[in-house]
């Protein structure tokens, strides 16, 4: 019965295991796969298709798009800019990517998730206040108030934000494990499906008027 019930619990880990490794970019097959739209004369492996490894080149494993600033004129005062695999093909299979984040004063970069990734997020130059919150049912928030140089890590899955809490612009780097990170910006998702989540569920959800909900929703729409 003993041995019966530790082959169960092999067998029980094993799988957590399993499941666990397939939630995360699996490691790559063979030394370069750079991703390609057109699948004629290619292997479909880590959501990409890989160029032929004989006719790659130097230039696809480099991207200039992080060295200009982001348009931070907009409503939240932030402009995140992104080195995935839909922007760097030379990322494909290696499970990894950066984004730059500008931010004019007072900007914020709004809480969200990486559903597929942690972040390692790097100050280039100004004053942030970062943060993120942990899931249920603690909820506990851990925040630190960075400046240039300054490293902050970010677990995958959980909520956090970024804050500008200085008078002049910002501006940070971060290093996520995947290549593809997914974003969920929590306002913006839930205010602004489609179509529309039904107000009556946001409103008890929230503990909010209908009212206000709708406002909210013909805000994010």
Do not use: W
Not at 43 to 71: H, I, M, W
């Amino acid at each position: 019965m003993k041995k019966g019930v530790s082959f169960l619990v092999a067998v029980a880990f094993m799988a957590l295991a399993s499941f666990l490794t397939s939630a995360f970019d699996p490691s790559p097959l063979q030394d370069i796969c750079v991703g390609i739209n057109d699948p004629k004369n290619a292997v479909f492996v880590n959501g990409k298709f890989c160029k032929d490894p004989n006719l790659t080149v130097a230039d696809d494993f480099f991207y200039q798009g992080l060295k200009n600033p982001g348009d931070t004129q907009n409503l939240v005062g932030s402009s995140v800019t992104f080195a995935t695999i839909e922007q760097f093909p030379g990322l494909n299979t290696l499970g990894i990517s950066m984004v730059r984040i500008d931010y004019a004063p007072y900007g914020v970069n709004t809480p969200h998730i990486h559903p597929r990734a942690a972040e390692i997020f790097t100050v280039l130059d100004g004053t942030l206040l970062a943060g993120f919150v942990t899931s249920n049912p603690e909820h506990r928030f851990f925040s630190k108030v960075l400046n240039k140089g300054d490293v902050f890590a970010f677990p995958v899955g959980l909520l956090h934000f970024q804050y500008n809490i200085g008078h002049t612009n910002a501006v940070a780097i971060a290093a996520l494990s995947s290549q593809y990170p997914g974003v969920i910006t929590i306002a913006n998702t839930t205010f602004g499906s489609n179509p529309p989540i039904n107000p009556d569920i946001l409103a008890k959800s929230f503990q909010l008027d209908r009212k206000v909900v709708q406002y909210l929703q013909a805000r994010f729409q």
